[in-house]
């Protein structure tokens, strides 16, 4: 049996500033995003040029910051946000959803791609490859955090996490398996793949299949939300939200081989 380590959510205060962590794994992803896709159109695999990576970088800031919370105040917390529409703006007491930022970064391209005249699925298979890293550094923000562990097991690895409601028995560091699923694996998989010239769409279908996949996959480890508990079937918000997306995937990926 393990013991989280109690990290310090805040890595740097000076005075009345507090820089934490969290925020400098968002930070991390965003800088890891742009230093590969400057990789891309260095090697000449870019649909974008160096100067509008940069307003794509800007871009997809908004829409992660932006569609994420109002993804979590739809999916997750709907009437409660309802009755208390001016905590909607109180990003520090938490609440993100990835799959709300996802849908930001979709209509964030989507206007990049009207503005420099792109195909927006051209455009959203140079952006896949970039995601995977982020998304890492977003996990590890939460382990660091203490948040979103994982169920009760007997594993060896096993840890107890000493946040409220988590309670004294061992439960999986699910969001160190996400880390990796949804992180290494995932920016791995897509790295290779995206490395040579396929159908368009193709890559993002990709990033629709595994990261969807990846996700079901570790929600089984990982605790549901103690608001929402399991819904039908016995599955969690997080595996729902991720159906549509390996659905998508494969009629994406289907697709475009058809149009090959």
């Given amino acids: 049996m393990l013991i989280h380590p109690n990290f310090d959510p805040v890595a740097i205060s000076i005075g009345p500033l507090a820089v934490r962590w969290y925020g400098l794994m968002y930070l991390a992803g965003f800088a890891a995003g742009w230093w590969l896709g400057t990789r891309r159109i260095e090697a000449g695999r870019a649909p974008i040029t160096r100067e509008q990576l940069d307003d794509l970088l800007f871009y997809a800031v908004l829409g992660v910051i932006l569609g ?5 105040v739809l999916f997750y917390k709907p009437t409660y946000y309802l ?42 298979d140079f952006v896949a490859p970039l995601c995977p890293i982020g998304l890492a550094a ?36 699910s969001q160190l398996y996400e880390f990796a699923l949804e992180g290494v694996v995932l920016f791995v998989l897509l ?70």
């Fill in 83 to 124: 009755a208390h529409p001016i905590e909607i703006f109180a990003v520090w007491h938490g609440g993100m959803s990835f799959h709300g930022g996802f849908l930001g970064v979709l209509f964030a391209m989507a206007f990049a791609a009207r503005k420099y005249r792109l195909h927006w699925l051209e455009l959203m």
């Fill in 138 to 173: 977003g996990r590890l923000g939460n382990f660091i955090n203490g948040e979103l562990w994982g169920r009760v097991t007997e594993l060896p690895w096993g840890m107890v996490f000493q946040g409220p409601g988590a309670g004294p028995l061992p439960r999986h560091p």
């Fill in 68 to 72: 994420g919370r109002l993804g979590y």
């Fill in 191 to 260: 790295w290779w793949y995206s490395a040579r010239p396929h159908p368009r769409g193709q890559v993002s279908a990709l990033f629709l299949i595994g990261y969807g996949a990846f996700r079901f996959i570790a929600e089984f480890a990982r605790e549901p939300d103690d608001f929402l508990g399991y819904l039908a079937l016995h599955l969690s918000m997080g595996q729902w939200l991720s159906l549509p997306m390996i659905v998508a995937g494969l009629w994406l990926f289907v697709g475009s081989r058809r149009q090959s």
